[in-house]
């Protein structure tokens, strides 16, 4: 049973989350909307308020249904990436639309909300656990012998190089310049952000695993801790056509009804499904849950759970289920960090002072997937698809009976 204090606790991370989501910079910008359970123990999905999304070939069926059900029409209708309609709904609630609208089409999944990502949570917000002042180092792995360089998107908050250089970890040198800046660390001169640092974190522990023989950019997508499904899978065609043989995605979303959402399965139809030689390594979520978590439940990503710090029993915490395809340790990982002031949900704070900090959540589990895919790549010189291949069959037989495959470092 969730205790009031529970629920409370989960309400203000939906606040914290949304007052991120309000104060990014302006083209990120939007309101932050989540649908509870029924006992209001659990949030079932957050989402963008003001847009539903449907196929192109829906819209007159979409717009005829608004017409049955006596609703306004959409204010504007946009042309969306893969072939997708963004129908502007103004202030009314989309998840409550998109119930109307469904009872008059039949189907839940004609229309539906534009379903927002965050960086891991159900019933938790964020990572799994909020970040603990550590003097580090970052644990690492002997840089692997081999030829190649593998190209590497890390879809996160983005990377800021001043954290790099407080915590004095030389394989950021590996980051190419490229990478977008995590602009949103900060609330103050000296007050860190929820979420801040974020990206350079996750980067910092698939470099431990990786070594610095490789190439990786880092995506500035997740501001503030979230975004919207149909701006992650923009950014993910724009890394996957840029040449990313790895893309290591650190966030995920729970749907409306627990159908896999349209942004994504238009991404997967129009762009991932054409290509042969990349691999999507995801996040598979804090919720202790084996209810999917998309876009690590599909069949097209490479799902990492996490593992307690030892690696011989998953956290209590991760979630699992068939749809989980590897374990990695996740739990008290020491990663870079911004110095500065940091205030927990409880209101109490912490100054980090060394660059460093212990962070938990399958955020930090993916990466190593990730970076142990890069590993193999460079030892054996293969592709990532067949280094995937290499690394979940040293995972199966790695494998307890309470915890499934493994990869251990």
Same mark, same amino acid.
């Given at each position: ?7 409370e606790a989960l309400?203000? !991370?939906?606040e914290r989350?949304?007052? &991120?989501?309000d104060?990014?910079?302006?083209e990120r910008?939007?309101?932050?909307r989540?649908?509870w359970?029924q006992?209001r123990t659990?949030?079932?999905?957050l989402?963008k &308020?003001?847009?539903?999304?449907c ?8 717009l005829r249904?608004?017409d049955?059900?006596e609703?306004?029409r ?9 072939g997708?309609k963004?129908l502007?709904?103004?202030?009314r609630?989309?998840a409550?639309?998109?119930d109307?609208?469904?009872?008059r089409?039949?189907s839940?999944d ?7 990502? =965050?960086?891991?949570g159900h019933?938790?917000l ?10 580090g $180092?970052v644990r690492?792995?002997?840089n692997?012998?081999?030829? +190649?360089q593998?190209?590497i998107g ?8 001043a954290i790099?250089?407080?915590s ?8 190419n310049?490229?990478?977008e800046l =995590? =602009?949103?660390? @900060?609330?103050?001169r000296t007050?860190?952000?929820p979420y801040g640092g974020?990206?350079t ?6 470099l ?6 490789v190439d990786?950019?880092v ?5 503030? +801790?979230?975004v ?5 899978? !923009?950014?993910l ?5 840029? +040449?990313? !043989?790895?893309?290591?995605?650190q966030?995920g979303? %729970?749907?409306?009804?627990?159908r896999? $959402?349209?942004?994504? &399965?238009?991404? %997967?139809r129009?762009?991932?499904s ?7 390594v995801?996040a598979?979520?804090n919720g /202790?849950?084996?209810r999917?978590f998309?876009p690590?439940?599909y ?9 307690t710090h030892? /690696?011989?029993?998953r956290?209590?915490?991760?979630n699992?289920? @068939?749809?989980?395809?590897? %374990?990695?340790?996740?739990e008290n990982i ?5 110095n500065g002031?940091?205030?927990y949900?409880?209101?109490l ?5 060394q660059g460093?900090a212990i962070?938990?959540?399958?955020s ?8 142990m895919?890069?590993?193999?790549m460079?030892e054996r &010189? ?9 690394v979940l069959?040293e ?5 307890l ?5 493994r990869?251990?470092v």
């Amino acid at each position: 049973m969730v205790m009031r204090h529970d629920r409370e606790a989960l309400a203000a !991370e939906v606040e914290r989350l949304r007052t &991120n989501c309000d104060e990014m910079r302006v083209e990120r910008r939007f309101e932050l909307r989540a649908r509870w359970n029924q006992p209001r123990t659990e949030i079932d999905f957050l989402y963008k &308020n003001g847009q539903l999304i449907c196929e192109s070939r829906d819209l007159d069926l979409v717009l005829r249904a608004f017409d049955d059900a006596e609703l306004d029409r959409p204010a504007a209708i946009d042309d969306g990436p893969f072939g997708l309609k963004v129908l502007d709904v103004g202030e009314r609630d989309a998840a409550e639309l998109a119930d109307e609208l469904a009872s008059r089409l039949g189907s839940d999944d004609i229309v539906t909300p534009n379903h927002v990502l =965050d960086t891991q949570g159900h019933p938790r917000l964020c990572p799994a656990t909020e970040p603990v002042p550590s003097g580090g $180092p970052v644990r690492d792995l002997d840089n692997p012998s081999g030829a +190649g360089q593998p190209r590497i998107g890390v879809v996160d908050t983005g990377y800021l190089q001043a954290i790099a250089q407080a915590s004095g970890y030389t394989r950021f040198a590996a980051v190419n310049p490229a990478s977008e800046l =995590d =602009d949103a660390v @900060y609330t103050t001169r000296t007050a860190i952000r929820p979420y801040g640092g974020h990206g350079t974190a996750t980067t910092g522990a698939l470099l431990s695993v990786a070594g610095d023989s490789v190439d990786i950019t880092v995506t500035d997508c997740l501001v503030g +801790g979230a975004v919207d499904e149909l701006t992650i899978t !923009e950014d993910l065609e724009r890394a996957v056509n840029g +040449g990313a !043989e790895i893309v290591s995605v650190q966030a995920g979303l %729970y749907t409306r009804q627990g159908r896999s $959402p349209k942004a994504f &399965n238009a991404f %997967y139809r129009q762009v991932f499904s054409r290509l042969s030689t990349t691999v999507l390594v995801v996040a598979a979520g804090n919720g /202790g849950t084996d209810r999917p978590f998309w876009p690590a439940a599909y069949d097209w990503c490479t799902a990492v759970g996490a593992l307690t710090h030892g /690696g011989d029993a998953r956290t209590g915490w991760t979630n699992y289920g @068939y749809w989980v395809d590897v %374990y990695a340790s996740g739990e008290n990982i020491v990663v870079p960090f911004p110095n500065g002031t940091y205030t927990y949900l409880d209101g109490l704070s912490a100054d980090f002072t060394q660059g460093h900090a212990i962070w938990s959540g399958t955020s930090f589990a993916a990466p190593v997937v990730a970076g142990m895919i890069a590993r193999r790549m460079i030892e054996r &010189n293969i592709s990532a698809p067949q280094a995937r291949d290499v690394v979940l069959a040293e995972a199966a037989v790695a494998a307890l009976p309470s915890t499934g495959p493994r990869v251990l470092v």
